[in-house]
């Protein structure tokens, strides 16, 4: 579904019609014969509930094991805004 984004007449580079803009696809795929599609407004919602949750609970550190999945991208984007990501 496409989306439409506003644009502020006079900005400088826009022009004053909006601009259509299609959202990307998120997939797992297992193997050769299984694809599953994520939705991203699902995944947008996770990340920001534990984003706040850790938050919230005033968290320093995060301690995460999990496979190359969803769920791991779900933790490691949720700690972005906390500073949690340690390399």
């Known amino acids: 579904m496409p989306l439409e984004i506003p644009v502020v007449p006079g900005q400088a580079g826009q022009k004053e019609e909006a601009k259509e803009v299609r959202k990307g696809a998120i997939f ?5 014969e299984k694809v599953i599609q994520h939705d991203v407004d699902s995944l947008t919602k996770d990340i920001v509930a534990i984003g706040a949750a850790l938050k919230e609970r ?3 550190r995060v301690a ?10 779900s933790i490691v984007f949720g700690t972005f805004p906390l500073s949690l990501v340690h390399q």
Do not use: I
């Open 28 to 32: 797992t795929v297992l193997g050769k």
């Open 58 to 60: 005033g968290s320093k």
């Open 64 to 73: 995460v094991y999990l496979p190359n999945s969803v769920e791991l991208l």
